[in-house]
């Protein structure tokens, strides 16, 4: 009698599909393209001077809609989101505007108070109206009318579908009029929501430009036989793929593409290790006590003059940050920090539970060398790595912080964990390690 083997268990299906992602990829590299080689396509149509390449903060922003564009017409047209319950809408059945304007007024209400919070705290913080945030500041301001005007017939739009349109923005909206009960827990959740969108948005936005600058400015060609140079190039091409789809995540948190956010990470110590990674409140930065460079050359100076170990040293960083990537381009629309969007369980998320921050900081330590100093300063060799360790620590402390709260929230985050707890190829070599070290640590016998 032939048996067959056994069926492996698979992990919960994943909330978003891996096309999602890769056509925003595709997008982006489209224009990206466009925009390196814009003077030999300006000399092909007959123009008598041909401009430079188009590497503007301008054309860097252009990017975010090259990415979102292909993202939302798979999002929609092949994995048909807008049908998903999750979004809360019946598309079915909508209802006359009359029966929902008071309940749109107040959700006005709501929002155009918390947006006029948020642009109040960007007039108070001054390092919003300096250096590379002041580009966030003239988008956001340039879009803010419109954005007030546009929210009239989309709230009033949606309200007619959604289930229950009484959402938490219309929960905030009916504390500030009085008119109605409301529940605070749903106040709390807006204010959470929104002070993530608020701060993060700003960052993002400010990000994109740099990377993309670098990238499209670039004569690849001279590189393409220098193992540092190339690995410069295509680890900036893997941060600037992660900056424009991060964005895109940030600003599309909208129900009818199922990427809304439904809920912001309640615990204090979840915002305090995400919130220490950013500026203003960064620590590793120059002057900061978790900087971890100080006279360090990195990977380069040390492998100077052999090839076969600056080659295979820049293989390790690329591969690193196209993980890193990758664990961003995972999102599709659904990328931002503290929240729960969603559960997924397939791309780089079936190794690990946490590949953004596993690469990320194994990219840092191998890219540093912390412990190898140009002034043999034992004092720095110490710090710098000590820094770095407390950095990675940070990290796990993250990592920990939203597991917690997506652990909370949605019971297929919890088959996802208990699976790859077991299954996967990373967490579950971290599972045993915790493991193990549980059952050797001693435990307290009542006494006698």
Known sequence: MVTSPPVRPQPPASDVSAAVGFSGVAGLVLWILICHFWPELHALVGADAPPGRLSGPYAALTGLLA???????????RDKVHRRASTGIDWANPRPIGAIIDVSITKLAGL??????????????????????????????????????????????????????????????AFLLGREPFDPEQVRRHARTWAVKGFFTAFMIS??????????????APILH?????????????????????TVGYILTFKPLDAQIRSANPLLAGWLAALVCYPPFQLMLPGGPLFY???????????????????????????????????????????SNLTYRGVLTNGPYRFTKHPAYLSKNTFWWLETLPFLVVNHSLTDMVRNTFALACVSAIYFWRAKTEEAHLLAEDPKYRAYAEWMAQHGLITRLFHRAEQTLRARRPVLQPAE
């Not at 990415?67 to 047209?77: H, K, N, R």
């Open 207 to 220: 990000i994109v430009p740099g990377g993309f600058a670098a990238l499209v400015e670039n004569d690849w």
């Open 67 to 77: 990415t979102a564009v292909p993202m939302v017409l798979v999002s929609i047209l």
């Open 112 to 173: 155009w108070v918390t947006w006029a919070i948020i642009a109040g705290l960007y007039c108070i913080g001054r390092w919003y109206w300096d250096g590379f945030y002041l580009l966030a500041m003239n988008v956001l301001g340039a879009v803010t009318v419109q954005l007030f005007v546009l929210s009239v017939p989309y709230v009033i739009w949606l309200d007619r579908v959604l289930i229950e349109p009484r959402d938490a923005a219309w929960h905030f909206g």
């Open 293 to 335: 460079q100080t006279n360090t050359e990195g990977w380069a100076f040390w492998f100077a003059g052999h090839d076969w170990l600056l080659w295979s040293w820049a293989g390790m960083l690329v591969v690193l940050t196209a993980i890193y990537a990758w664990a961003t381009v995972a999102f599709g629309l659904r990328f």
């Open 226 to 246: 220098n193992p540092v140079a190339l690995a410069g190039l295509l680890t900036t091409a893997m941060f600037a793929i992660d900056a424009q789809i991060g």
